[in-house]
């Protein structure tokens, strides 16, 4: 992640004050979004974004103290923390709408239990093995 935010700053100054930013705030960032979605891949996701709303405005950062950009970051990594749950929420509401036994491509199929607990999952099992024909 590091990498690609540098590659998106012109300055080399601001390349340097990202860096220095990043390695210093990147664990606090994790524990803030980590703490509130309580899942490792959607806290990374969240990370990232967090990262490129920084990188895309790093000139803001220039002339403030350490107190404030600590504040501005984990500020945004909070938004972001929060803009995930939202989706992931609408996601989740949008997949318990799906009738399973209606459900014919596999790929989607898929898609759906990923998002699904392993309980969901075996009542999805269940529900499937209903419509079941066998020969």
Do not use: G, P
Not at 22 to 38: A, G, P, Q, S, T
Not at 68 to 92: P, V
Not at 103 to 127: F, G, H, N, Q, T
């Amino acid at each position: 992640m590091l990498v690609v935010c540098l590659a998106m700053i012109d300055d080399e100054n601001d390349r340097l004050h990202f860096e220095r930013i990043y390695h210093k705030y990147e664990k606090d960032v994790f524990r803030r979004i980590y703490r509130f979605l309580k899942n490792r891949e959607d806290a990374e996701d969240a990370m990232q974004n967090t990262w490129l709303v920084v990188t895309k405005n790093i000139e803001f950062y220039r002339n403030l103290n350490d107190i404030s950009i600590r504040a501005y970051i984990l500020r945004i990594a909070r938004n972001q923390a929060i803009s995930l749950y939202r989706k992931r929420r609408k996601e989740e509401e949008m997949t318990s709408d799906v009738d399973l036994a209606d459900v014919s491509d596999d790929s989607m199929l898929i898609r759906i239990c990923d998002r699904l607990d392993i309980s969901e999952i075996v009542k999805c099992i269940d529900d499937l093995d209903r419509y079941t024909v066998t020969f």
